[in-house]
């Protein structure tokens, strides 16, 4: 049987942040910040979320299931793996487990405090780094957008396929 070895975690960006190298300058007007979830094969895909404020139980599920299907679809088992966050252990996503494991998709945890072994965090500090450095974004919807087109740039460059997940939403794109 084929085996899919997929990253994922969650990310926090700041939004009426400015990203210049490795600093972090705020503006006065603080907004709400943009999460993305994702989950990462490297050189083959990344498949990611984006949500207004933090990712929620709801949104992670949603997410997770989408990879399940996606496993199920193919018959090729994916590992996701991921970091010891709340939302990752929590007893409502745990309720899932088995259902997920019985489509093929299984939850690897990373030891805490070991985020740095997981590679999508690479791919994070590119996202903030190679794409948005150095720009302001006057609202969540502007900060929305740039991700949205560094993540679809990262993709074309490394060559590999990226699909966003829309939340309270059916479809993927």
Same mark, same amino acid.
């Given at each position: 049987?084929?085996?899919g070895f997929?990253?994922? &975690?969650?990310?926090?960006?700041? =939004? *009426?942040?400015?990203?210049?190298?490795?600093?972090?300058?705020?503006?006065?007007?603080?907004?709400?910040?943009?999460?993305? @979830?994702?989950?990462?094969?490297?050189?083959?895909?990344?498949?990611?979320?984006?949500?207004?404020?933090?990712?929620?139980?709801?949104?992670?599920?949603? @997410?997770?299931?989408?990879?399940? /299907?996606? %496993?199920?679809?193919?018959?090729? *088992?994916?590992? @996701? &793996?991921?970091?010891?966050?709340? =939302?990752?252990?929590?007893?409502?996503?745990?309720?899932?487990?088995?259902?997920?494991? $019985?489509?093929?998709?299984?939850?690897?945890?990373?030891?805490?405090?070991?985020?740095?072994?997981?590679? =999508?965090? /690479?791919?994070?500090k590119h996202?903030?780094?190679?794409? /948005?450095?150095?720009? *302001?974004? +006057?609202?969540?919807? +502007? /900060?929305?957008?740039?991700?949205?087109?560094?993540?679809? %740039?990262?993709?074309?460059?490394?060559?590999? $396929?990226?699909?966003?997940?829309?939340?309270?939403?059916n479809s993927?794109?």
């Amino acid at each position: 049987m084929n085996q899919g070895f997929v990253f994922g &975690v969650n990310q926090a960006i700041p =939004i *009426t942040s400015e990203v210049s190298k490795n600093v972090w300058s705020f503006t006065l007007r603080r907004g709400r910040r943009l999460s993305i @979830i994702g989950f990462l094969q490297p050189l083959i895909s990344f498949v990611y979320g984006l949500v207004i404020g933090g990712v929620n139980r709801k949104s992670y599920i949603q @997410i997770m299931e989408v990879e399940a /299907l996606e %496993a199920e679809k193919t018959g090729r *088992t994916r590992v @996701i &793996v991921q970091d010891n966050g709340p =939302i990752h252990r929590c007893h409502e996503v745990q309720k899932f487990w088995s259902k997920w494991e $019985s489509m093929g998709l299984y939850i690897f945890f990373l030891p805490k405090y070991c985020s740095e072994m997981n590679p =999508i965090e /690479l791919e994070w500090k590119h996202l903030k780094k190679d794409e /948005l450095s150095g720009q *302001t974004f +006057d609202d969540e919807l +502007d /900060l929305a957008y740039a991700v949205i087109n560094g993540v679809q %740039a990262r993709g074309e460059r490394g060559n590999y $396929s990226t699909q966003r997940v829309k939340f309270n939403s059916n479809s993927t794109t």
